[in-house]
């Protein structure tokens, strides 16, 4: 079973990475949706400091840009407000240009795993498009877009993806997971730019967020180590009622076919604030892995919470509880 952390300024020291490591946590993702490799030089070498002073070799995922939609670069945060008017594009809230003509009028646009719903009032006129907040909150730059009804063609990976997969070698990654996985091309295209640079043993995760990568799963399981049920924008994409049942169709498919799968997305998002959790997010983790999860990931809980080290140890507490229990069952 391995457990993931998700490095940030929350967990940016070696005491506390190594608090974390001494839990049970068995790797790190770095998200690069915000930050190259090189801009995250020194956390990187923190980590692996940590990961020293406990003798062991961890695992190190990047996480892609991929084909994902986001909100570009931001001067600073804005908060939204439900019923107020902003433009998206050229504007208040920026986009790549490209997106433009998907926001269609009546089009519903969700940001940050939904998080922020708005709804395009007036299509796109000079670069940019008028929407209205149905669901207001704070909003800073980079955060993910969906667009609920669309499939959006954009290139599996980006420039800054490119440029990162060169220097993955020499920060000692491991793993890479792309975003957004629409079909075996997605992957394969991962797969030739890591032999490029000749990366023969780097794990690929797809992260499954959206009902292309579901309907085309069948096609994507043979060509990626990890399957990733990725709840977030995958909860976006079905009601939230569905979304149990498409999480147990998706386990289910994994191991029908023999792929390893993770399930991420607020596992312990309560413990971002508080201390504990709650017994719904613990009997979450100890169903994921009773479904046959191989992995689990936190991602806010270490990146940005008050608790970390604390959240990795409930994290890793129940997973080995949930083990057990199959054992149990086994024998």
């Known amino acids: 079973m391995e457990y993931f952390g998700t490095l940030g300024p929350a967990c940016a020291h070696v ?33 692996f400091k940590a990961a020293k002073e406990c003798e062991i070799y961890p695992d190190f995922m990047i996480d892609l840009m991929g084909p994902e939609i986001r909100v570009g670069a931001m001067s600073g945060m804005m908060v939204l407000k439900k019923g107020q008017e902003v433009t998206v ?13 998907y926001f269609k009028k009546g089009q519903e646009i969700l940001i940050d795993d939904g998080k ?3 709804e395009v009032t007036e299509e796109q006129k ?31 990976l980006t420039q800054k993806d490119l440029e990162n997969l060169n220097f993955a070698e020499e920060y000692g990654v491991t793993d890479v997971m792309l975003p957004f996985v629409r079909g075996k091309e997605d992957l394969l295209d991962l797969r030739t730019a890591l032999d490029q640079n000749g ?11 959206n009902m292309q990568g579901v309907e085309h799963l069948q096609e994507i399981l043979p060509f990626c180590d990890y399957i990733v049920i990725a709840r977030g924008d995958l909860g976006n994409a079905v ?39 709650t017994r719904a997010e613990v009997n979450d983790i100890f169903h994921a892995i009773e479904q046959g999860a191989d992995a689990v990931m936190l991602t806010g809980e270490t990146a940005a919470g008050k608790y970390p080290a604390e959240a990795i140890k409930m994290l890793v507490d129940t997973g080995k509880e949930a083990e057990d229990y199959l054992k149990e069952l086994e024998s």
Do not use: W
């Open 199 to 209: 990366y023969k043993n780097i794990r690929i995760f797809a992260k499954i967020e």
């Open 15 to 47: 005491e506390t990475l190594k608090q974390m490591i001494k839990a049970g946590m068995t790797g790190v993702r770095l998200n690069l949706s915000h930050r190259s490799l090189r801009e995250s030089e020194s956390l990187i070498k923190t980590y």
């Open 116 to 118: 922020l719903e708005l």
């Open 126 to 156: 000079d670069g940019k498009c008028r929407c209205r907040v149905l669901c207001g909150g704070p909003l800073s730059s980079r955060k993910g877009i969906t667009l609920p009804g669309c499939q959006v063609e954009r290139p599996t």
């Open 239 to 277: 009601p939230y009622h569905k979304l149990p049942r498409l999480q147990a169709e998706i386990a289910r498919r994994c191991q029908k076919y023999g792929r390893k799968f993770m399930v991420v997305t607020q596992m312990l998002h309560s413990m971002i604030e508080h201390p504990y959790p």
């Open 89 to 101: 594009g050229d504007g208040q809230i920026p986009v790549q240009k490209e997106i433009l003509p």
